[in-house]
């Protein structure tokens, strides 16, 4: 009964992975800027920090004000991310250590849980729900059922069917809406971390400069 | 001349096309991440000194991006084509233009605040240039902001200063700076051929602070420096063509200062006080005009920090008693890479300096950035988000607030009275000309005792 669920996941998979390295291309098929003007900084070096201390709450406002928003989202990635690699490791046939099971799931729990509390978020926050395309329920429903679907089959594995179709509808969403963040997010902010870098702003000064 | 709203009545269809082809021609990977990449958290809205001070949707950057990224969705990405309602793709339509003309020139100082607190790291102000960019073909710049860039076009200075007025003004400073500093022989001199320095300033300071020019001349003066003013066009360092986004005529304004730097023969092209103005000089210039200056280029910031720490210049901060804050204009600090010059300056030419919380690249915009100062539509909203600097500047209980910058020195001004700060704003070379402690150069080696 799973086999072709599993197959269907594989083809999912590849059609993600497909359509995402097509969205990838697509971006950087509007070129590269060419600077011309000397840098004042080292780009690779504005990188560097856009990706570690720049997102830390001493040096992101945003983060500092919004905590709960902030680690609400970190844990829901982190059950995603979790999801996602049961997801690999059943189709690749391994079976998970039955001692990691529990804290699997709770991990994953957690994220569901954390992506439903966003969703209120979402829906309770009037500036949120002006902001908010379908797109961005469709998307959070999807990875919080996953996310769920994946804890409850570690623990009644006969509900692998349901989970493996969520896994299926996900993959094959995933590059249509707000999802593809999961590879545009690295191309956006290393280009903010080496414009920044460029000039000279990144890292801050405030790092000992 | 037709309203703006009447001349988006009268948009064409192939004026709309235009206005799209021009926004992809200024599209470049990392816009096209940008555009690709927000996930609607929300958790820039309160980076944006707008939202800060009037919290509503069209405020929030996230929104304003949305505009821009609905257009871009629907015409140049395929889920855009194909399910244009399901993730928030629009026609470049009327409507369209309305929310952009709104959202990047009437809410955005182009600050880029947002960028440093958003969750993903989305460039806003490049895309909104972008989106600028668009409006300025189709001719939808706001009146009086294009009336700027007209007067840097025509007169080779963003207030249509005359060179008689120009040249009479910069006499008779040298006059007063010969009875300030009782040297007969202090000069500020104009068309130097060969000096070391060509010195640039913003058309406010001879139409309505000379006294700050002033300054910087003293400030020369006792630094014993080679520098000059340019009599005709490059004497001038703003360019509103940043503002605008219309990068042939930003071109155009650039190379005046070329030219007055390959007329004159001089080696470094030193940006005065002014944000936008070293912003478009230091970084934009050489994209704009594609090509690399053939000189060395800094801010005056950098000269009198270099005085400074190489004791060329000395001061007594105990001449500059007064608290004093200093203001971290954006195009200078966040955009432009300039943040610890001035605060080495000051620090060594007042006795008590107070940092505003935040500062340096996370400083908040004073709200006249972006050309804001020069488009009288959008003054309330101006002066409102300007909230944010006040509250900033009345925490630190400073009495005088430095600013380097004369756009950010305009706004402060209005926000003093708007807001009852009761401060004096002043730049950094008023504060080091008040403390010097100089005889000024010998006659003889052209340097400074002290
Ligand atoms: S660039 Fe500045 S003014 Fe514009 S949306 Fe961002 S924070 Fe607000
Ligand atoms: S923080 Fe960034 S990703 Fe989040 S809503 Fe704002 S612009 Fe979009």
């Known amino acids: ?209 | 001349m037709a309203s703006l709203e009447e001349r988006i009545d009268a948009l064409t269809e192939a004026q709309l096309r235009h206005g799209l082809e021009v926004f992809r021609s200024k599209l470049r990977a990392a816009e096209a991440a940008y555009l690709n990449a927000c996930v609607h958290c929300g958790l820039c809205a309160d980076s944006c000194h707008y939202y800060r001070t009037e919290p509503a949707l069209e405020n929030v950057p996230a929104r304003k991006l949305d505009h821009v990224a609905a257009a871009f969705k629907r015409h140049f990405t395929t889920a855009g084509r194909l399910v244009p309602r399901l993730v928030g793709a629009r026609p470049f339509d009327r409507a369209m233009v309305r929310a952009w003309l709104d959202s990047v020139f009437g809410r955005c100082t182009l600050c880029g605040r947002c960028s440093l607190n958003c969750t993903i790291g989305i460039g806003l102000p490049r895309v909104f240039r972008a989106a600028r960019a668009a409006l300025a073909a189709m001719g939808l710049v706001p009146d009086d902001l294009q009336a700027t860039v007209d007067n840097s076009l025509v007169h080779g200075n963003n207030m249509a200063i005359t060179k008689e007025d120009w040249v009479d003004t910069v006499q008779w400073l040298e006059e007063e700076l010969q009875m300030e500093t009782g040297d007969p022989g202090a000069r500020i001199p104009l068309d130097k051929q060969g000096a070391r320095v060509l010195f640039t300033v913003n058309p406010r300071e001879p139409k309505f602070f000379p006294l700050s020019l002033q300054a910087s001349a003293k400030v020369f003066w006792a630094a014993g420096e080679d520098w000059t003013l340019a009599s005709d066009p490059g004497w001038d360092l703003t360019n509103y063509g940043l503002f605008n986004c219309n990068d042939e005529q930003a071109g155009r304004i650039t190379q005046n200062l070329v030219d007055a730097m390959e007329r004159l023969g001089c080696t470094t092209l030193v940006i005065g006080e002014c944000g936008h103005g070293f912003g478009s000089a230091r970084w934009e210039g050489p994209e704009w005009l594609q090509r690399r200056y053939p000189f060395e280029l800094c801010s005056v910031l950098e000269l009198m920090d270099e005085y400074l720490t190489s004791g060329r210049i000395a001061v007594d901060p105990s001449r500059n008693p007064k608290p004093v804050t200093l203001h971290d204009p954006c195009n200078l600090v966040r955009h432009g890479g300039v943040s610890e010059p001035q605060r080495r300056v000051l620090r060594r030419s007042v006795a008590h300096f107070v940092e505003m919380t935040p500062s340096r690249e996370q400083s908040f915009c004073c709200g006249g950035g972006g050309g804001q100062l020069a488009m009288a539509a959008y003054k309330d909203r101006r002066i409102r988000a300007g909230g944010m600097k006040a509250q900033q500047i009345r925490a630190t209980g400073a009495e005088i607030v430095v600013a380097p910058c004369h756009n950010c020195i305009d706004q402060l001004m209005e926000l003093n009275k708007e807001y009852t700060l009761g401060i004096q704003v002043k730049t950094v070379a008023e504060m080091v000309a008040e403390a010097l402690v100089t005889a000024g150069p010998s006659p003889s080696e052209g340097k400074t005792t002290t």
Not at chain 1, 116 to 139: E, Q, Y
């Open chain 1, 1 to 209: 009964m799973d086999q072709p669920l599993h197959l269907a996941v594989i083809a999912a998979a590849a059609w993600a992975a497909g359509t995402l390295a097509w969205v990838w291309l697509g971006v950087r098929g509007f070129g590269r800027r060419v600077l011309l003007a000397p840098p004042a900084g080292d780009p690779a070096a504005g990188v560097r920090y856009a990706f570690t201390a720049a997102m830390l709450p001493w040096a992101k406002e945003s983060v500092r004000m919004h905590l709960p928003s902030y680690a609400t989202g970190i844990v829901f990635h982190l059950g995603t991310f979790v999801a996602f690699g049961l997801l690999a490791a059943t189709v690749a046939g391994f079976e998970l250590p039955p001692a990691l099971a529990p804290t699997g799931a709770i991990v994953m729990l957690a994220g569901a849980g954390a992506g439903l509390a966003l969703l209120v978020k979402r829906i309770a926050t009037p500036f949120l729900r002006g902001l908010s395309s379908p797109d961005d329920f469709i998307a959070n429903l999807l990875t919080t059922s996953f996310g769920a679907l994946a804890a409850v089959t570690l623990l009644h594995p006969q509900l692998e069917s349901a989970w493996l179709i969520t896994a299926v509808v996900l993959l094959v969403y995933l590059p249509v809406g707000k999802i593809r963040h999961c590879v545009v997010f690295f191309s956006s902010r290393a280009y903010m971390g080496a414009f920044f870098g460029y000039r000279g702003t990144f890292p801050s000064a405030r790092q000992g400069r």
